[in-house]
T-cell receptor
Framework: DADVTQTPRNRITKTGKRIMLECSQTKGHDRMYWYRQDPGLGLRLIYY???????NKGEISDGYSVSRQAQAKFSLSLESAIPNQTALYFC????????????FGPGTRLTVL | DAKTTQPNSMESNEEEPVHLPCNHSTISGTDYIHWYRQLPSQGPEYVIHGLTSNVNNRMASLAIAEDRKSSTLILHRATLRDAAVYYCILRIYGGSQGNLIFGKGTKLSVKP
């Protein structure tokens, strides 16, 4: 089984709808991250969490919120989706040392009509 | 800003070595150089990282210039599976808690 899983893998929704993307990990890592990727570009950091009680905004947090329900679970919500949030979303985890490698999930492709 | 400069694309032949360059002229003394790659339709995966000395692992080698203003990721024998976008990333020690800042990367094509 994959170490980092994301659900759903694909989602099509309409403008104004609330959407939740979920991420689970079995690596036992404290650090979890949400990134978005637009076509032809690298990933940009949305939010990150260093433990259950710690949530931090990344480069592009406007329009998004997160919840760290447990060490293994980190959810990303779009309260009112808009078309320019159409993108590929990746969850990642990292160990206690922030400079060690991050492990990425397979991604969620979100389309907002 | 990503603070690294990479060519947009490169081509290689299968089973030949590939040298992927990266310029990072503004690197600080404590910044680590990380490489990730993203295979088609997948999330990024870690390849290698280093600080000052050259590094080798099962996937690749990392050659770091003496002044640290550039580095080269070396794939010793490219395979079709190595076709991916390769990202060179500076991890800034002490800043943003080591968060990854991705640029556009280099798209590597491997020809049979």
């Amino acid at each position: 089984d994959a170490d980092v899983t994301q659900t759903p893998r694909n989602r099509i929704t309409k403008t104004g709808k609330r959407i939740m993307l979920e991420c689970s990990q079995t690596k036992g890592h404290d650090r979890m991250y949400w990134y978005r990727q637009d076509p032809g570009l690298g990933l940009r950091l949305i939010y990150y969490s260093f433990d259950v009680k710690d949530i931090n905004k990344g480069e592009i947090s406007d329009g998004y919120s997160v919840s760290r329900q447990a060490q293994a679970k980190f959810s990303l919500s779009l309260e009112s989706a808009i078309p320019n949030q159409t993108a590929l979303y990746f969850c990642a985890t990292g160990g206690a040392n922030p400079y060690n490698e991050q492990f990425f999930g397979p991604g969620t492709r979100l389309t907002v009509l | 800003d990503a603070k690294t400069t990479q060519p947009n694309s490169m081509e290689s032949n299968e089973e030949e070595p590939v040298h992927l360059p990266c310029n990072h002229s503004t690197i600080s003394g404590t910044d680590y150089i990380h490489w990730y790659r993203q295979l088609p339709s997948q999330g990024p995966e870690y390849v290698i990282h280093g600080l000052t000395s050259n590094v080798n692992n099962r996937m690749a080698s990392l050659a770091i210039a003496e002044d640290r203003k550039s580095s080269t990721l070396i794939l010793h024998r490219a395979t079709l599976r190595d076709a991916a976008v390769y990202y060179c990333i500076l991890r800034i020690y002490g800043g943003s808690q080591g968060n990854l800042i991705f640029g556009k990367g280099t798209k590597l094509s491997v020809k049979p």
